[in-house]
């Protein structure tokens, strides 16, 4: 495995677990930082970086708390939650600042996914220039399906969290598996091959899995979504950003593309692209879905990283 790995315990108890695969040679200090989507592990990023090998880069990423190899913080040890998005805020703080003091480690470049987009994007509205540039596939700013699902979906959290329920699944949740069977019309990838390789690792390391949603995981998202909107209609805020290229899957039924298009596409500092056809999950997608995403990672490389390029070189 590219990754080596390593423990860190953030300031509130919580032991994070976090990777490292190093850049090449003559790119020391060519570092992507990946925050992951919910339910994702560092093993899931194998070839996403050797695919960045390939291109002379590095990249860290680690295990939001509850989820991979990172400590669970309920009794039930499946169950993805969290009170406050301001816990994986503060699981990011505490990765940048120890791998820039344990392995003088900077990560000029962030790349993330789903969940993660929305991690970064509440950072970055404070913090600018965390980052020279941000990758963001598929970010979680709105729930994907109907207007009114989403919205049922908003009051039902809201509601049992209010009543001290937030420990609790969401209907339909708790039979939801990484290890059910690959079924053709599932809405994270279209890759069988890619779907059983992610159920062979979690076969072989069961401690890493995750389960469905809490209501407290979608209430603290729901939330966040809410602040960031009040955020981002503000032009002071929004023109602060730095460069952002955000891929979008075409065929993304569990993020709100709209909502994305609608709070993002007229911002001059970032660029939209959107491949058609693929489904939430673009890294574990087949082959020429990929490609797409990579041909558009190489370009943002090119535009605000042309440093690296010719260090690689």
């Known amino acids: 495995m590219n990754f080596s ?14 990777g490292i695969s190093p850049p090449s040679r003559g790119n020391s200090d060519a570092y992507v930082l990946i925050l992951q989507g919910r339910g994702e592990y560092i093993e899931r990023y194998q070839e996403t970086a050797e695919d960045l090998t390939q291109r002379g880069l590095g990249c860290v990423t680690f ?9 669970r913080t309920t009794s039930d040890p499946i169950m993805g939650y969290i009170k406050d998005v301001t816990e994986y805020v503060s699981d990011t703080a505490c990765i940048i600042a120890h791998i820039k003091d344990q392995h003088d480690i900077t990560c000029q470049m962030l790349l993330t996914h789903s969940t993660g987009g929305l991690v970064a994007m509440k950072m970055l509205l404070s913090q600018p220039d965390l980052w020279k540039s941000v990758v963001m596939l598929a970010p979680f700013f709105g729930m994907g399906g109907p207007d009114w699902l989403a919205l049922a979906a908003q009051f039902l959290s809201a509601s049992l969290c209010r009543y001290g329920f937030d420990q609790q699944y969401l209907p339909g949740q708790k039979a939801l598996s990484p290890l059910n069977a690959f079924e ?3 809405l994270l ?9 992610n159920v062979a690792l979690l076969t072989a390391q069961p401690d890493l899995v995750i389960g469905g949603v809490s209501a407290g995981w979608l209430d603290a998202c729901f939330r966040t979504q809410a602040n960031l909107m009040g955020k981002l209609a503000a032009p002071a805020e929004a023109m602060s950003l730095p460069p952002i290229t955000m891929v979008l899957a075409g065929n993304d039924q569990v993020v709100s593309n709209t909502t994305t298009n609608d709070l993002f596409g ?5 660029t939209m692209c959107e491949i058609p056809e693929a ?3 673009i890294l ?20 605000h ?6 260090n690689a070189g």
Do not use: C
């Open 5 to 18: 790995l390593h423990h860190v315990t953030n300031k509130d108890g919580v032991r994070l677990r976090y």
């Open 63 to 71: 295990d939001f708390r509850g989820q991979g190899g990172s400590d």
């Open 184 to 186: 053709p019309e599932n």
């Open 189 to 197: 990838t279209s890759d069988a091959e890619r779907y059983a390789r």
């Open 266 to 270: 007229n911002h001059p500092n970032v």
């Open 279 to 281: 489904r939430h999950e």
């Open 284 to 303: 574990q997608e087949q082959d020429y879905l990929r490609d797409q995403f990579w041909a558009a990672f190489d370009l943002h490389v090119s535009r």
């Open 305 to 310: 990283h042309a440093e690296w390029l010719s």
